[in-house]
């Protein structure tokens, strides 16, 4: 058991898992403070490292690649003091901080832990129902479905429309970009069959960001809603699979062929398929028609 108790937080180490905790100092931010307490499975984890500085050090994590809903939602653009996965330490706990990370290292080595991406979310993202307000709007997501609802500051093209309800069916996709100098930041949700063509302003789908506090947990509904997602890694392989021809389809005749054709054109209707893919994997069917 390797443990480091810090105002920032604290991490314990029990073989298997990390404990990731968040302190209760009031520089602690929003956005750890709201997700609370997180549980790091050994399998999640890349890497380790400590960083000493002057004053204070850093612990830092490096996930695996697609283990983890909140990092793959926001692009791993949270800054330093929203990062989970980042804990301050003071001067006098470094020798702490080498020991615990060591412990962590070891433990890699010995699972013989791959670095390599994952194809499944080793962590379950945040809880629900979540909900933040910030910027022109407040989003929250209960699993089903995503609610927009927008306040005094919205422009009005965008709130004419009322509050938006999004079954989860319909998202294909969430996108987190925090503001950064005098451009705003956004969450927006990419629906099905309802192509962007608004900044998010105006977009109906989208929440405009315009760098305040409460900016980085509008980053929690993201990653609750990409939790709830197809995995990137079996959306690639959905992409990448329909223009080849399985052995069956190949045998199975004219009837196993035009089920394939109906199958692309869902794929193409749903939006997991672009124009130009389910044109050539068309052609590669109708060829062998």
Excluded: C
Excluded at 260 to 282: C, N, Q, V
């Amino acid at each position: 058991m390797a443990e480091i108790i810090q105002k920032d937080g604290t991490w314990a180490f029990d073989g298997d898992a990390l404990r990731l905790t968040p302190g209760r100092d009031k520089n602690v931010s929003l956005l750890r403070r709201e997700l609370g307490e997180l549980v790091v499975p050994l399998g999640a984890l890349a890497g380790v490292s400590f960083e000493q500085g002057r004053k204070s050090g850093r612990l830092r994590l490096r996930l695996r690649d697609g283990a983890d809903p909140l990092t793959q939602a926001t692009g791993g653009r949270l800054a330093e003091p929203n990062d989970p996965y980042q804990l301050t330490v003071e001067s006098d706990r470094y020798g702490v901080a080498e020991y615990f990370a060591d412990e962590v290292r070891n433990a890699l080595l010995l699972d013989g832990v791959s670095p390599e991406p994952v194809a499944e979310y080793l962590l379950p993202g945040p809880s629900l129902p979540v909900s933040a307000s910030a910027g022109d709007g407040t989003a929250g997501f209960d699993g089903e479905r995503v609610r927009l609802e927008w306040n005094w500051k919205t422009e009005d093209a965008k709130s004419a429309g009322g509050p938006r309800t999004i079954p989860l069916t319909d998202v294909a996709g969430v996108q987190w970009q925090p503001a950064a100098g005098l451009e705003n930041g956004h969450l927006r949700f990419l629906v099905r069959g309802a192509p962007v063509t608004a900044p998010p302003k105006y977009d109906p789908n989208a929440v405009e960001l315009w760098g305040f506090k409460k900016d980085p947990l509008m980053a929690l509904v993201a990653a609750a809603v990409q939790a709830r997602l197809p995995h990137p890694a079996a959306e690639q392989t959905v992409r990448q699979d329909p223009p080849v021809l399985d052995k069956a389809a190949d045998g199975d005749g004219h009837d196993a062929l035009l089920r394939r054709l109906r199958e692309l054109g869902d794929l193409h209707r749903d939006g997991i398929l672009t124009a130009e893919e389910f044109a050539l994997a068309k052609r590669a069917v109708l060829k062998r028609m």
